[in-house]
């Protein structure tokens, strides 16, 4: 990957960082090596390939695995969303009661609100995501003369992306915006989540970060910022990693 790339990832992934101001950082973050970008491609196709969605359809979950590789690219700071298992615990999650729309309420009347509002739609949250990737790759088909979003090259994907978080992209039968930022919410949690729904496979972001899990007593270390957590994280099932 060039220079100019791996600048564009880190800055990504420190947006990622800003807007995450619920998750806890016990220590400073930690330096990751770089490795070899284009093995790190290969090992994510991989591990997708290994897993059969059950909710997403072949070409949404293609589309998904194509999505959630540029929102958090493998680069010098740490994993990607592909290769720590993003786009499973997200069709994983899609069989809950919260993306189902059970605990949601989805009637009427169906208002353009504020965004302090929330959503005012009557999707619910897989829907919204089936909706959208729907709607998106039928885009692209149209505009790139037939080619699929995971066709295009990565400049082309981010300018989509991009268009789709500001509300100018055009989709049809859901507002692009409503679909990115339902989707990029469940990328982040499948990042950061616990390895037992399916995504932060073998604990790597919170190694990145630093965050010791579900150890009982970390106490000591909360206001510490200049020197890393000394030991690595345990998950929900005492696993270490």
Not at 60 to 87: K, N, S, T, W
Not at 163 to 176: T, V, W, Y
Request: charged letters at 25%.
């Amino acid at each position: 990957m060039s220079e100019s790339k791996h600048e564009g990832a880190s800055l990504s992934r420190r947006r990622l960082f800003q807007s995450l101001s619920l998750i806890p950082i016990a220590a400073a973050l930690p330096a990751c090596s770089s490795g070899d970008s284009g093995s790190a491609t290969r090992g994510a196709a991989a591990a997708t390939a290994r897993y059969r969605p059950t909710f997403f359809n072949t070409a949404q979950y293609a589309l998904l695995v194509a999505i959630a590789d540029r929102l958090i690219p493998h680069d010098a700071i740490g994993p990607g969303a592909v290769e720590l298992g993003v786009p499973e615990f997200i069709d994983r999650h899609m069989a809950t009661p919260y993306a189902n729309g059970a605990i949601w309420y989805t009637q009427g009347p169906y208002l353009e609100a504020a965004p302090e509002f929330g959503y005012q739609g009557r999707l619910s949250l897989r829907e919204i995501l089936r909706t959208g990737l729907d709607a998106l790759d039928a885009h692209c088909r149209r505009s790139f003369d037939g080619k699929a979003f995971a066709d295009l090259d990565p400049g082309q994907q981010d300018d989509l992306l991009k268009a789709a978080e500001a509300g100018k992209l055009e989709l049809e039968e859901i507002p692009a915006k409503t679909f990115f930022s339902y989707l990029l919410g469940e990328v982040r949690n499948g990042y950061f989540a616990d390895p037992v729904h399916g995504g932060n496979k073998d604990m790597g972001s919170w190694k990145m970060i630093g965050y010791p899990g579900m150890r009982a007593d970390y106490m000591d270390w909360v206001e510490v910022r200049d020197k890393p957590y000394p030991l690595g994280p345990v998950d929900l099932a005492g696993r270490r990693g």
